[in-house]
Structures are given as structure tokens and as C-alpha cells.
T-cell receptor
């Protein structure tokens, strides 16, 4: 089982739609959670961190459910420029050392059409 | 521009060759990383260095040897290239090791194709 699992999509939505992505993680020792965005043939960039209390940044809302080991991202009023791959990222201890490392999901592809 | 930069951007080479990828960050960060993103877009950490010292080595074959001459540079040398090494290699950096909320900043990637 992958440590971070996401639906690969693609999610095809019209402009203005609301879309939600989900992610599950398997390592209960994971302590930090993020959503990164990766445009086609570009590098990943941090979209937002995810906090237990839930957090919002403009049209983007992230939620974390530690009991269910589940993370979500909600995008309201989708724009054409939101088309990208959204990577669920978990900061987990490495085996044997205890050092933390980022573990990436394979991403969910979003296509927003006019 | 403040950024993480990598060279070369594209690398096409034959099996069995040895090649290097260079990475530099001018963000003043202490920690640098190498990631591999395969054809299925799965991004996986390979190495992490903190202040020139190796912190994480994710069971990468010995053919891959990172070198950090100073904390602003982390290079990756690959010996005896194999077809399976074809991927996009991303360098990244973060300010401080051990801060669980630390943002990682990625370079533009090096697209390696082994023929």
C-alpha cells in the first residue's frame, strides 16, 4: 500500500465549479501535511499547509482528519489557471533514523474548462 | 533572481555513460534534497543534505553519488546509467532542518533520458 494515496483523476470541471480532492495516508506517525501544485512540465510548488483545525486561503480550503488519516482540498469558483496536478504531501519519519521526509502522493489532475 | 537552479535542463545519453547534474540555491537555506519523478509522475526523495552532511539516503543504488561542496550546492553524479534511470530529477531546498512545517522550494528539474 502506498504511504499517500490520491485519486489520479483527471477531474474535468467548468469554470466557476467547486471541486474537492481527497487523500489518505498510512503512517499514523506523520506530523505535517501539505498540498503542493505542479503544473505540466514544471516543478512542484507549495499551495498550502494543512492544519488540524482546517485552514482557508482565498478560494482554497484544506482539512485534516487525523483519526481517519484523511486530507482534503476544496477549490471554490474554479479558474482556468487552476488546471494543474495537486499533490498531497505528508511529512513522515524515515525508517531507522527518525528523520522526517516529505512523502508525495502521485497527484490528482484537475482540468478546468471554459 | 532568488531561486533553486539546476543544470542541465535536459540530458540525453547512452546506457553505461556517467553523467552529473548540478544544483545551486541562493536562498541561504541549510538543507537540500534530490528527488526523482518517474514516468508515472511519482515523486520520491533520494537524498537529503543538511549543511553539507548527508541526512537521508533512501536506499538509492550506489551508482548515484551526491556531493555537497558547500551548503548552497548539491550535485548528483550517476555512474553506469541504465534505462530505468530515465526520469525528471528535482533538486529542492528548505531553510532549516527539522522544522516540520518547512516549505521546500524546488528547482525546475532535469529531464534525463537514457537510450
Amino acid at each position: 500500500r502506498k504511504e499517500v494515496e490520491q485519486d489520479p483523476g483527471p477531474f474535468n470541471v467548468p469554470e466557476g465549479a467547486t471541486v474537492a480532492f481527497n487523500c489518505t495516508y498510512s503512517n499514523s506517525a506523520s506530523q505535517s501535511f501539505f498540498w503542493y501544485r505542479q503544473d505540466c512540465r514544471k516543478e512542484p510548488k507549495l499551495l498550502m499547509s494543512v492544519y488540524s483545525s482546517g485552514n482557508e486561503d482565498g478560494r482554497f480550503t484544506a482539512q485534516l482528519n487525523r483519526a481517519s488519516q484523511y486530507i482534503s482540498l476544496l477549490i471554490r469558483d474554479s479558474k482556468l489557471s487552476d488546471s494543474a496536478t495537486y499533490l498531497c504531501v505528508v511529512n513522515s519519519p524515515t525508517a531507522n533514523t527518525g528523520f522526517q521526509k516529505l512523502v508525495f502522493g502521485t497527484g490528482t489532475r484537475l482540468l478546468v474548462s471554459p | 533572481d532568488t531561486a533553486v537552479s539546476q543544470t542541465p535542463k535536459y540530458l540525453v545519453t547512452q546506457m553505461g555513460n556517467d553523467k552529473s547534474i548540478k544544483c545551486e540555491q541562493n536562498l541561504g537555506h541549510d538543507t537540500m534534497y534530490w528527488y526523482k519523478q518517474d514516468s508515472k509522475k511519482f515523486l520520491k526523495i533520494m537524498f537529503s543534505y543538511n549543511n553539507k552532511e548527508l541526512i537521508i539516503n533512501e536506499t538509492v543504488p550506489n551508482r548515484f553519488s551526491p556531493k555537497s561542496p558547500d551548503k548552497a550546492h548539491l550535485n548528483l553524479h550517476i555512474n553506469s546509467l541504465e534505462l530505468g534511470d530515465s526520469a525528471v530529477y528535482f533538486c529542492a531546498s528548505s531553510q532549516v532542518w527539522g522544522n516540520l512545517q518547512e516549505t521546500q522550494y524546488f528547482g525546475p528539474g532535469t529531464r534525463l533520458l537514457v537510450l
